[in-house]
C-alpha cells in the first residue's frame, strides 16, 4: 500500500516569498491533516481536512497561510509571504474516515532564511 | 497549542533496560495515542487506547490510561538500540482532532 506522498522534501526561500507544498494522502481516506513542526517541537495541527470540507483551522494564520483540498483527494499548503519564524517541517497525514490512526508523510523541511 | 506534555523531556538508557514515558493533558479525550519519529522522519503509529480502557499491550510496549488524572505512560520494555528515537503522545477529543504533545527524546545506548 502506497503510504502518503509529500513534494519537495526540502525547500529553501527568502523572507517574504511565496511557497507551495504539495501531499497525496493514502488511497481512501477521507481526513487529511497539515502539521507544522518546530525543531525540537511537537507536532501543530495547522489544518484538518473531512474529504474537501475543512474540520478545523483555528491554529492556521490566515494572513499568510492557505490550504485547500480539491476533489477531496490531494492537498496544497501555500505560505505567502514567508516569515523566518515559518522554518519547520510540514507534516502531512491521512487518516480513514473511522480514524483514528494517522498515517504521516516523510514531511517537507522550509527553511527560511 | 500542544494539548499533552511528556515528561521526561529526554531520556537515556542502557539497551536491555525498560523505558517510561509520561504524557498529561488537559482536556477530555475519546482516545490517546502513541507515536514514534526517527530522526528526520515521518511520524509512526504505535498504539492507541481509548478512554474507557486503562491498559494496553502490543508487543513490548505496555500503554496505561487514567482519565481521572488525564494522564498516561508508555513503557517499552527490554529496549533495543533501534528505538532511539522522539515518542509523542497524541490525543483525539473528538472529530478525530489529533492533538500532539511535546514529546520525549529516548537514547538507548547498545
Known amino acids: 500500500e502506497a503510504g502518503v506522498a509529500q513534494s519537495p522534501r526540502y525547500k529553501i526561500i527568502e523572507k517574504r516569498q511565496s511557497v507551495a507544498f504539495w501531499c497525496n494522502p493514502i488511497?481512501?481516506?477521507?481526513?487529511l491533516y497539515w502539521y507544522q513542526q518546530i525543531l525540537g517541537q511537537g507536532p501543530k495541527l495547522l489544518i484538518q481536512?473531512?474529504?474537501?470540507?475543512?474540520?478545523?483551522d483555528s491554529q492556521l494564520p490566515k494572513d499568510r497561510f492557505s490550504a485547500e483540498r480539491l476533489k477531496g483527494v490531494d492537498s496544497t499548503l501555500k505560505i505567502q509571504p514567508a516569515k523566518l519564524e515559518d522554518s519547520a517541517v510540514y507534516l502531512c497525514?491521512?487518516?480513514?474516515?473511522?480514524?483514528?490512526?494517522?498515517?504521516f508523510g516523510q514531511g517537507t523541511r522550509l527553511t527560511v532564511v | 497549542s500542544q494539548q499533552g506534555e511528556e515528561d521526561p523531556q529526554a531520556l537515556s538508557i542502557q539497551e536491555g533496560e525498560n523505558a517510561t514515558m509520561n504524557c498529561s493533558y488537559k482536556?477530555?479525550?475519546?482516545?490517546l495515542q502513541w507515536y514514534r519519529q526517527n530522526s528526520g522522519r515521518g511520524l509512526v503509529h504505535l498504539i492507541l487506547?481509548?478512554?474507557?480502557?486503562r491498559e494496553k499491550h502490543s508487543g513490548r510496549l505496555r500503554v496505561t490510561l487514567d482519565t481521572s488524572k488525564k494522564s498516561s505512560s508508555l513503557l517499552i520494555t527490554a529496549s533495543r538500540a533501534a528505538d532511539t528515537a522522539s515518542y509523542f503522545c497524541?490525543?483525539?477529543?473528538?472529530?478525530?482532532?489529533?492533538?500532539f504533545g511535546t514529546g520525549t527524546k529516548l537514547q538507548v545506548i547498545p
Open positions: 497525514a491521512s487518516s480513514f474516515p473511522q480514524g483514528p490512526e494517522a498515517f
Open positions: 488511497s481512501g481516506h477521507a481526513t
Open positions: 481536512f473531512q474529504n474537501n470540507g475543512v474540520v478545523d
Open positions: 482536556t477530555s479525550i475519546n482516545n
Open positions: 487506547i481509548r478512554s474507557n480502557e
Open positions: 497524541a490525543t483525539d477529543a473528538g472529530y478525530q482532532k489529533v492533538t
